[in-house]
């Protein structure tokens, strides 16, 4: 296929990703981002965009230099995108949501900043790993690049604090179903607050690792 097919198609993807994701309520008004790396740069959806109403023709396509080379103008959170796609050559895409239940865990005081959320579920381990938490920054600050670089490096997702998950993945849709494994499990661990838990132990996880050839 050649470069100008692919980037056809994997428009037309993250459109359709974006409606599925805002009709199951996993993205409201016009919260949310999904970007896609090219081989001449990548694709991000615009700011103040609504992911359920999204047009191929006008995402954002930017270099590796963050400028902008067509489309509307990007989300304020591209800086976010980029760092990733920086510090992991394995990511190709990005999934980043205010859904509600990771949203609300990202609220929570007390949580484990290196992994805050248990696994729960071998589906966690699996298509998540460890969740690190990140200290809160406000929308669009730059400094949450720094805070978020090291951490990147090593984990494929992130919560960020007071806001929602990020999430990269090897193609868009390991992103999106690695996101929505994480709301799920965020769902589950509210629902389970003040229940006696039985997490994954650590052998158990050592398993899923070597069976699946885990590299989070």
Partial sequence: ???????????????????????????AGSSGNISVRLDDGWLLTPTDSCLGQLDPARLSKLDWGGR????????????????????????????HLHSTYSAAVSCM????????????????????????????HRPG?????????????THAALLLANHGPIVSGVSLEAAIYATEELEETAKL????????????????????QSVFNLKH
């Fill in 109 to 136: 005081d007390g949580l484990d900043p290196a992994n805050c959320l248990p696994p729960l579920t071998a589906y966690f381990v699996i298509k998540v790993g460890r969740l690190p938490l990140v200290s809160y």
């Fill in 189 to 208: 661990f509210l629902l389970l607050r003040g229940a006696p838990v039985r997490a994954l132990t650590e052998a158990q996880i050592a398993d899923l």
């Fill in 68 to 95: 902008l080379v067509s489309g509307d103008a990007p989300s304020k959170e591209a800086f976010l995108h980029r760092v990733i796609y920086g510090e992991r050559v394995s990511a190709n895409a990005i999934v």
């Fill in 1 to 27: 296929m050649s470069t100008t097919a692919n980037e056809h198609v994997l428009r037309e993807r993250i459109v359709m990703h974006g409606r599925s994701l805002f009709e199951r309520g996993l993205a």
């Fill in 141 to 153: 600050d730059v400094a949450l690049a720094e805070a978020i670089r090291k951490i990147a490096r």
